[in-house]
């Protein structure tokens, strides 16, 4: 049964109960039987993350791509557009608290820590600041620290701890 028809089922069942079409027994066994369980899982999980992923990839792409048309300040823009859209989607997730789906807070902790990664890059590039990739890697990884925390996200921890390394590594050579 469909997470709707579980619902109207759930609805129904009191009424039915009242008007005497079903008895209480009865009631107990159709609500057990088709019992509105959590949804969803890994699978789901995974996919919110590789879209998440691929979205932000996508925006980045086209970016680049026309990167050097661009006045300073549509580039500063587009850098935060993102940044500021990842943000919506993130207040979103934190406001429907947990009747969000798993798969909502991994999408949008993924789609904000790429946003944050793109807007940080492309303000540094924008204003030439100073400072090697390693530095970058390592202010992104600290600003997704709160966002795996936040938004309670696997996949954003396993970037924070994959960025750490190759930040650890790269300075260490």
Sequence with gaps: M???HDRWLAEQIPA????GIVTADGAR????????????????????????????TGLIAVLASNWDDFPRWVRLGLALGPLAAAQAASWWVL????AAQPWH???????QTLAVGAAMALVSQIYHLPGEWT???????VVAVPLAWGLGSHAVAMAYLAGIAVGAVAEAR
């Design 2 to 4: 469909s997470l709707l």
């Design 16 to 19: 039915w109960e009242r008007e």
């Design 29 to 56: 066994r159709l609500r057990e039987r088709y019992a509105a369980g959590p949804r969803g899982g890994l699978a789901q999980m995974v996919v919110g993350a590789v879209g998440a992923l691929l979205i932000g």
């Design 95 to 98: 406001r429907r608290g947990a």
């Design 105 to 111: 807070r991994e999408a949008a902790a993924v789609f």
């Design 135 to 141: 530095d970058l890697v390592f202010w992104w990884c």
